[in-house]
């Protein structure tokens, strides 16, 4: 008996002491749910959503989106104001005297510029560096440190020491330097020469990637790797006790899914601007979880509900039993793709080469019966690809609708008809129409749309459809290889451009995953490109939007993504403030939340109301 | 003993490089890129390529050697020989493809504490409440006692742990608003995980416990022990439960090393940060290094816990030893 109670004991004592190791994560003014955990604080690393938000907090861009106002209009952060040149070329940011990194240095100019460079070298793979290409010589320098880490892999190992490698870096500096059109010109100017002229390079400067780092505090971390001749950092500079900052907030804690502890920055210059002094994230991944933790008061604001029955909490805000539920469109589109190469992956010719087939198919879909009865959550039917009203200028197309007999019509004029009766159309040699893969993703409800779709199909045009529900990963390897004739897509625009669109139909382009590839099209892109005319310019991207929405298909939209949020709204019906309630939710579609604006109201609170929202005082 | 734990710890190399080769055969026939983000922006393809090359992934036989070479820490001590520049830790695991802050050993080293606390926690739990169980329905076969144990330990072993999970969070946190949702750090946070996880263990032992206990009492020895008048009290628990403990004490190894890593569902339904996700989330993301990281910790975990209950096994029982 003394033994058991001896292995119990020390059973009790290994817990005790583990339990005793552990620190938690104290409670905020204001804590907000997220499904995932944070990925990456470096901001040219960053690709999620929910990490772009974390860099607006603790990292301040030279500029900021007014996200108040429809027209979301570019405003100063860390720069104070800017010169634009009379080409359109060349920008110059002056950056606020009173700008502070959270150690007390003043943010330089330099920061930015070291920043960018991080953001164009090849040497960690960041999402977004493709963006940064609109600088003067930023993709040349790209291209070319690819190929000197090329033929610096291939030399001899004995070529390959820290020496050689301390010296190409040395060279991809002064190169750098030297080519790319982005200078300081003293501590608190920067200058930056665009390759051509850009009307959205300002909202570029907003966009977390361009946040700027503190060079001292990464630098410690940087290595050099003799085998490669890459640079190589150590990602604990971003671990909260290394962690410089010069946005609102600073990174208190940091524990791995269970979440981060944000205090503010008393060195930040704007401090008025800051409504809750503590935040704290809660991320929990599990969506019943999650809803249950904020029901129980665990949180204020969950920033992404995704269960299946967000349809019947929609449904008791319209009986008025719930108002804490709110769906915000967002600047993305929910779509399927079709394959539009010559052949399919196993050799057989593509009916959907031909673009008269693919328009066949977008007349045939009842979107709105799509939406209201399989999807239930309220979205928005999306005819074109870029979201009407989400970018300032831009007149969308009227894309193509349910019309049943014309669909049968395109089909038969692409030489597709039921000429043997049995309800399947044939070709003119008599090959039937072949089966339609339905290619997505299992565990969401793709598979769901994908047989409301195929209904629909055989129905209007009598094809056979078959779905392929794969496991995401596999999806992906197949997207990639084009190994499909239909498949389900998603597409969020990363900047205030119609570019940030229709770059996915480009010939060559990295995300363009059906193969399109028109002549015509990337003229419309190229000439744009090269008008410095803002309105000629619109003019030109709109007709590329109505080419590929009306004429040519490469995709075919269905709704326009909506983000769930949950938190009591901050005013009663009439207006009134109302305590507990949360300040500074954006309804803008570009869904930018700056987490300084964001606060529970207090007794005797007062507000702004705003058309874009209701704002802390 | 002593024979055992040296020869144990001799077989462990062995036994770990078979699993580090079947699950790097198994990691690395999964489709999909490791580097890519599912819904990110596809970077240019030379520098994909350069990126795999730098993490060995465009060649299984060098990543298969120099991953084995830095996980088993051979790299740290010849570094150290060499007077090269020693590396971050000695079973050095590398950086997480996904989670690109943290490597994989602080991934392990941030969710193997809270996972041990809970599986720890549901293991003592499930020897209290089944031991308990056991007794009573042995000593009183087939009563009222032992039907309602019975029923319970049904209920413990065929209902997931899922709906258990779910079922206790709506009732003690969302009506009688006992204990917070989806935190972790206190006490409090801990007991709805850990009695949810010890359901299914707890109903196991009590069905261990009862059949020893049977067998137990009806031996010949436990006769005598009552012919020398040693009280009921002293003849169930000194002499009865001692032997009947003895497979339950075998089921501990293995349900420790469960309970610690195997908690998935539980640490999904009750927001715990524990290595059970990376279980399931790393092989989704592909992301190799932790899903080679996390095998080798368990591994080894599981190795340690079964040396450990033969020992106990040894000092419990001495017959064993000859």
């Known amino acids: 008996m003394g033994k058991l109670i001896a292995i119990f004991a020390l059973l009790v004592g290994v817990l005790a002491l583990t339990l005793a190791m552990d620190r938690s994560i104290p409670e905020a003014d204001f804590t907000y749910i997220q499904p995932q955990d944070i990925f990456t604080l470096d901001p040219q690393a960053m ?477 419309l892109l190229a000439r744009a490109a090269q008008e410095p005319d803002v309105d000629k310019r619109m003019t030109l991207l709109e007709e590329a939007e109505r080419y590929t929405m009306e004429d040519t298909l490469p995709v075919l939209p269905i709704w326009h993504y909506n983000y769930y949020y949950m938190f009591e709204p901050p005013l009663d019906d009439e207006g009134h403030v109302r305590p507990g309630g949360l300040v500074g939710i954006s309804y803008h579609p570009r869904l930018v939340q700056y987490m300084w604006k964001l606060g529970v109201l207090k007794e005797g609170d007062e507000v702004r109301v705003t058309e874009m929202g209701v704002f802390a005082q | 003993m002593i024979g055992l734990i040296v020869r144990r710890l001799l077989q462990m190399p062995v036994i770990l490089l078979v699993i580090y080769t079947i699950t790097f055969l198994l990691a690395w026939s999964l489709p999909g890129e490791s580097l890519l983000n599912d819904e990110g922006r596809r970077p240019p393809q030379s520098v994909i390529d350069q990126m795999n090359r730098e993490y060995d992934l465009d060649n299984p036989y060098r990543f298969y050697a120099n991953y084995l070479y830095n996980a088993s820490g051979v790299r740290w001590v010849v570094a150290g020989v060499t007077g090269g520049e020693r590396p971050r830790w000695i079973f050095n695991f590398g950086p997480s493809f996904k989670y690109d802050d943290w490597s994989v050993n602080e991934l392990i080293g941030s969710s193997l504490p809270v996972s041990i606390v809970l599986g720890l926690s549901a293991i003592i739990l499930a020897l209290v409440i089944g031991l308990t169980a056991g007794i009573i329905g042995a000593l009183r076969p087939n009563s009222l006692a032992d039907l309602v144990t019975l029923l319970v330990a049904l209920v413990g072993i065929s209902l997931p742990s899922f709906v258990t999970g779910t079922v206790l969070l709506v009732i003690f946190s969302v009506w009688l608003r006992v204990f917070a949702i989806a935190q972790w750090g206190s006490l409090q946070d801990m007991i709805l995980p850990a009695v949810t996880l010890s359901l299914p263990f707890a109903a196991y032992i009590a069905r261990l416990t009862r059949m020893g206990m049977i067998d137990a009492l009806g031996a010949d020895y436990i006769r005598t022990a009552r012919a020398k008048g040693a009280s009921n009290m002293s003849l169930h628990l000194r002499h009865a439960l001692k032997n009947a403990f003895l497979p339950v004490l075998s089921y501990l190894g293995p349900a420790a090393a469960y309970a610690m890593t195997g908690s998935f569902v539980v640490e999904r339904v009750f927001n715990v940060p524990g290595i059970g996700q990376h279980f399931v989330s790393a092989v989704q993301n592909k992301d190799l290094f932790l899903i080679m990281g996390v095998v080798l910790v368990f591994a080894t975990m599981l190795i340690f816990f079964n040396l450990a209950v033969d020992l106990m096994y040894r000092w419990i029982d001495p017959r064993i030893e000859q």
């Open chain 1, 47 to 523: 690709s999620y959503n929910q990490d772009l938000r974390m860099a607006y907090a603790i990292y301040e861009p030279l500029a900021h989106w007014d996200n108040e106002v429809a027209t979301f209009d570019i405003i100063p952060a860390a720069a104070e104001r800017w010169e634009i040149s009379d080409d359109g070329l060349t920008y110059t940011f002056h950056i606020r005297d009173a700008a502070r990194w959270s150690n007390g240095d003043p943010v330089l100019a330099e920061d930015f510029r070291y920043a960018w460079q991080r953001a164009i070298m090849p040497d960690s793979v960041a999402d977004y560096s493709g963006l940064f290409f609109v600088i003067d010589g930023a993709e040349a320098f790209f291209d070319w440190r690819t190929e000197a880490l090329e033929a610096y892999a291939e030399r001899p190992a004995s070529q390959r020491t820290r020496e050689a490698a301390l010296a190409l870096r040395e060279e991809t500096n002064q190169r750098f330097a030297d080519t790319v059109g982005i200078r300081t010109l003293d501590d608190h100017t920067l200058e930056v020469r665009l390759a051509r002229p850009t009307a959205y390079f300002l909202d570029l400067c907003a966009f977390g990637p361009f946040c700027p780092v503190h060079p001292e505090t990464v630098e410690k971390f940087v290595t050099v790797k003799p085998e490669s001749g890459r640079l190589d950092t150590d990602k604990r500079w971003t671990k909260p006790w290394n962690l410089v900052c010069n946005g609102p907030y600073v990174v208190e804690q940091w524990q791995f899914k269970r979440g981060m502890f944000l205090r503010r920055n008393p060195q930040y210059w704007d401090q008025d601007a800051i409504v809750s002094d503590t935040i704290r994230t809660l991320p929990v991944q599990d969506g019943n979880t999650s809803i249950l933790a904020y029901e129980t008061g665990a949180a204020s604001w969950h920033s992404d509900v995704t269960v299946k029955y967000i349809a019947d909490m929609l449904a008791q805000k319209r009986e008025g039993k719930r108002d804490d539920i709110h769906a915000l469109s967002t600047f993305g589109t929910y779509f399927w793709s079709f394959n539009c190469r010559p052949k399919l992956s196993d050799g057989r010719d593509n009916p959907f080469h031909d673009a008269g087939v693919r328009r066949a198919f977008a007349l045939s879909v009842d979107k709105q019966a799509i939406v209201e009865k399989v999807k239930r959550s309220g979205e928005k039917v999306a005819h074109v690809l870029i979201p009407p009203g989400s970018i300032g200028g831009f007149e969308s197309p009227q894309g193509l609708r349910l019309d049943p007999v014309r669909a049968r019509e395109e089909l038969a004029k692409a030489g597709w008809a039921d000429r043997d009766g049995n309800g399947v159309p044939e070709n003119e040699s008599g090959v039937e129409f072949p089966v339609v893969e339905m290619l997505c993703s299992t565990g969401s409800y793709h598979e769901d749309i994908a047989m409301a779709m195929g209904r629909m199909f055989t129905e209007v045009l009598g094809v056979r459809t078959r779905i392929e529900a794969k496991e995401s990963k596999i999806y992906k390897d197949d997207l990639k290889q084009k190994d499909y004739m239909m498949a389900r897509g998603g597409w969020f625009g990363d900047y205030g451009d119609p570019t940030t669109f229709l770059d996915l139909h480009r010939t060559g382009d990295g995300n363009n995953d059906r193969g399109y590839s028109d002549p015509v099209f990337d003229d």
